[in-house]
Structure formats: C-alpha cells, structure tokens
C-alpha cells in the first residue's frame, strides 16, 4: 500500500472592499489555470497561517492586509493531494496600496449577489458558501 501523504496547508484571504470581495484568475501553466479563487498560497514550515496570509498576498498582489476573522479551515481532495484551506476574512490595512496582479493573470471585486462557484476553484466554493451565510460583506472600515 501507498503511504499517503500529509495534506497541503493553504491560506487565502477573502479580501472585503467597500461590498465587494476580491476573486483573483490563476494564471497560465499552474494548475487550475483560468479558475478563480480567492488569493493566498502555501504555509512554509515554522510560519503561522497569518504570517503566510500576509507574506503570500504582498507577494502575489502587492498590498497589505488587516485580518478581520479567521474563516473555517476546509479539506479538500485534489487528484494530485489533500489541502487544508485556512481562510481569513480580511480588508487592505489603511496604509496599503491597492491589489495588483502579479501572479494571475486577472482580478475583480464581486459584490455578494454576483459571488456564485461557477468557475472557482473547487476548495473554494464552500467558502462561498461560508460567505453567503455567515459574513457580513462590510469590512469595518467602510462602516466608519
């Protein structure tokens, strides 16, 4: 029998602006090229989820983050492995400049009503789920 091998650990962050959340496409040549998901990447060895939050989201978009929640942790099973998906709910710090693409070829701020799984990566769409039902789609900033 094959030893199976421990499950991926990856953050994202479901980034909350004025209503409206960020999805970002991955890009070409990774897999799930041209699905949409919410950004983030791989928790290195001695990081905490939050500091791979904040290191993968400068790295792939440029901009900081303020974490608001944490979100639930999903297991998913790919054809290549099991990741755990640890979510943040989170808004740009005050002082970030605003998303870039660096790493996927394209961005866009949905509101609540156009977020749907069509085209997501599969171990996010129980986040949108999460979304629909749990969160509030204001961050706290907009509030003020």
């Known amino acids: ?27 070409e040549g990774k897999r799930l090229a041209g699905f949409w998901e919410f950004p983030g990447g791989k928790i290195e060895k001695a990081e905490t989820p939050e500091q791979a939050l904040h290191r993968e989201i400068l790295e792939e978009l440029g901009c900081r983050l303020q974490i608001i929640q944490s ?43 156009e977020l749907s799984q069509d085209g ?12 629909l039902k749990e969160c509030p789609f204001e961050s706290p900033s907009d509030t003020e």
């Open 71 to 113: 979100g639930p942790a999903i297991p998913w099973s790919y054809p290549w492995g099991e990741i755990v998906l640890h979510t943040f709910l989170c808004e740009l710090a005050a002082d970030s400049p605003m998303p870039e693409t660096r790493e996927h070829q394209a961005f866009r701020w949905l509101l609540k009503n």
């Open 120 to 131: 997501l990566a599969p171990a996010d769409g129980p986040l949108v789920n999460w979304l």
């Open 1 to 27: 029998m094959s030893q199976k091998s421990p499950p991926i650990h990856v953050v994202c962050a479901v980034i909350l602006k004025q209503g409206r959340v960020l999805l970002a496409q991955r890009p």
